[in-house]
């Protein structure tokens, strides 16, 4: 009897492994949101879910991008939501839909962002810090009263760096 059982457990264990060897698996650099280089890289996906970014401004490509690589979809470990990786309360401060649309909407995502972006600026003139592309990341990822300190890490520098070559390359 303990060997009929054991035999049925075996082939039950095997029927699933031969099942599941038909499922598409990720590639390990579908796994990855940056390159060998340590440069973000795009998500997998068809060029028409990624007509959100058309005319988008170099700094907002850039912070996407360096953020989760342009997916959209992306929710974060801290549950930040979108391609730019908004928190609750930054959504809720540029818009009244509910937080779960930041990675489900992404027009309505590339909005608040852009919002967000003036936001940003407006925050940090008043500052007496000028908005250039390293202080608005900086006050993009650790916010506008620590956009002076941060401006020189290496995530403000990454989507400063970005931004500027995307302005050299489609001006």
Not at 72 to 94: K, L
Not at 132 to 161: F, I, M, N, Q
Request: aromatic share 10%; with cysteine; charged share 20%.
């Amino acid at each position: 009897m303990k060997t009929a059982l054991f035999t049925v457990f075996v082939l039950i264990v095997f029927a699933v492994l031969f099942l599941l060897s038909f499922t598409p698996w990720a590639t390990p650099e579908e796994w990855r949101a940056t390159d060998a280089a340590g440069e973000p890289k795009p998500a997998p996906k068809s060029p028409e879910a990624n007509a959100y970014l058309a005319g988008l401004s170099p700094l907002l490509f850039a912070l996407s991008s360096v953020e989760t690589g342009n997916n959209p979809t992306a929710i974060g470990p801290g549950g930040e939501r979108s391609a730019w990786q908004f928190t609750a309360d930054t959504w809720r401060r540029h818009t009244k839909l509910p937080f779960r649309l930041a990675s489900e909407d992404p027009v309505h995502a590339r909005e608040v962002a852009e919002m967000h972006l003036d936001y940003l600026s407006a925050e940090l003139r008043t500052r007496g810090v000028d908005p250039t592309p390293e202080h608005l990341a900086a006050a993009w990822r650790y916010g506008p009263a620590s956009s002076r300190v941060c401006a020189g890490t290496d995530y403000a520098k990454r989507v400063a760096r970005l931004a500027a070559s995307l302005e050299l390359n489609f001006p």
